[in-house]
């Protein structure tokens, strides 16, 4: 059975990292014998520049129908005058929707010889390996929202956090099944000493334990997790949470390595799901062939794990990335002062070489 991934590079250094990630998709797919076919599509500043609108309808069709979806990054200050409709992020929005995505998963893991990026101490940071799974679709961010006057004159402002049980179970059984995959220690992150969409969340959670005797469940809340991830990140594995929580701590999360050019997510829905490292398009370097592609590169991973159920393959890349990093292969933004730097190019190359 062939796999068929649709590319979409978008803005900026986009083009560069997934240049690089289809030639490690390539070389590995050819190793474990299966073959794969890609196809370009336009979206964020790119397709506005050549369509007028950042998510063309080619690129929509083209997306549902593929087996998998990898995005470069979208924007850049060429595009930020435009109406919000018309921005890059617009594409990035109407993509998401149109897939249906409904949990983002972001992996962070300390590497050995990267600690001293780290704003945490290393001892600390060294402890570093864990996944959050953020619900993507629901909560306070889509949720009624009403802005009105009282009678005395104040303004006033309100946001619901609404979710359906299905919701909720569907985000959450995605993180059963990652735990399972990992060191079967799943952390659910809510409110429920205060919010009742949290105390729905967590009796959930308990009701679906059951089905899942081998990972085992804790319940933390939120400020709790906020504050033992700086202090001792090694209490978590994977964390399951929804939208508005999880958009703070995977963010938290993402800094305890230091290096954003590493960091690779997945946004998975019932259909394709969408791989994307998760800095932006680094307009600042764009063109200069120097971009850290490994982001790209561990989302691609993320791909064959989660896309296409071919987990040896995804450790494989995982495995040359962290042999190359061992080996003190570095592009800028992870170089020290005094260390040699690697351009993109030479860095997929590495990568490659250790596959
Ligand atoms: P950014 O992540 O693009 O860049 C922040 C800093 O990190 C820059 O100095 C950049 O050079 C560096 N950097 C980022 N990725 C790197 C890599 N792979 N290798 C080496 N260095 C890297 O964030 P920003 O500057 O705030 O945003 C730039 C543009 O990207 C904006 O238009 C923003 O809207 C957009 N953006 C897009 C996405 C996305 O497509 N998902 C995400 C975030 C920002």
Redesign the pocket.
Known sequence: MSHHIVLLP????GPD?IQSSVKVIERVMALEGQPVTFSEHLL?GVAIDQTGVPLPDATKEAVVQADAVL???????K??QGPGHLR??AG?LGLRKALGVYANLRPVKAYQELLGASPLREDVARQVDLLIIRELTGGVYFGERERGQLANGERFAKDTMYYAESEVRRVVKRGFEAARLRQKRLTSVDKANVLDSSRMWREIVMEMAGDYPDVKVEHALVDSCAMHLVTQPERFDVVVTENLFGDILSDEAAVLTGS??LLPSASLGEGPGLY??????????AGLG????L??ILSSALMLRYSFNMETAAKRIEDAVAAVLANGAR???IARPGEQVLSTDAMTEAVLANL
């Open positions: 978008g803005d900026g250094i990292i964020g995005l470069g990054a979208v924007g850049g200050p595009w930020d890059p992020e990035l954003i050019g994307e490292p998760i800095h932006g398009s680094a307009p600042d370097i120097i971009a850290n592609p982001g790209t592009t800028k933004d």
